[in-house]
């Protein structure tokens, strides 16, 4: 995959089959550590130690509309291949967490991608799950909770192709905002 915001939609894409009903994404850039910290958690079905324990075969997968699962395999590898690691853990009934870590400045680090777009694109696709993204810049947070949007928006669609693009417009614009402060912040 050419950036990280696709295997982002891969992991929820694999929360919802799980039958999550809320799906949190938290990004931190902690340039100060040389780290890019990405997590998926979900409220799903979770997974058992054995089937955690084969997640590395793109062979195995809990779906039942196609053979392979690739999702897993593939997010590790740009981890790993960008001095990173990536860790899933899960509980039956309680759902799952994956957790990928990348060097920032490791030449093999995939670009974040189109974050704003892939995110407000799951969230227009699945109006009825309940997604929190939060997004930090070192110490500095973004939070965007569908809970208050939807309140907010006052009846109007979340997925009507005028609030998508707002939607994207707004987290773009503030993940911008927090790059810039955290770029002057480090400048002082």
Wanted: with cysteine.
């Amino acid at each position: 995959m050419n950036d990280l915001s696709l295997h982002i939609i891969d992991i929820i894409q694999n929360s919802l089959s799980a039958g999550a009903s809320l799906i949190k994404l938290t990004i931190k850039e902690k340039s100060s550590e040389n780290l890019l910290f990405i997590e998926i958690e979900d409220n799903g079905k979770g997974m058992s130690q054995q089937q955690i324990s084969k997640l590395d075969d793109p062979f195995f997968t809990s779906r039942t509309t196609r053979r392979v699962g690739m999702g897993i395999p593939l997010f590790r590898d740009s981890a790993r291949q960008s001095g990173g690691s990536l860790v899933v853990t899960s509980e039956l009934g309680k759902g799952t967490k994956v957790t990928a870590t990348f060097e920032l400045n490791n030449i093999d680090c995939p670009p974040l991608g189109e974050i704003a777009n892939s995110f407000v694109l799951m969230v227009s696709a699945n109006p009825n799950v309940n997604f929190l993204f939060k997004y930090f810049v070192e110490e500095s947070e973004y939070v965007f909770d569908t809970v208050e949007v939807n309140e907010v928006l006052d009846g109007l669609p979340i997925n009507s192709p005028s609030v998508i693009r707002m939607l994207t417009e707004m987290i773009d614009a503030n993940i911008e905002d927090l790059k810039r402060e955290g770029a002057a912040n480090r400048s002082n």
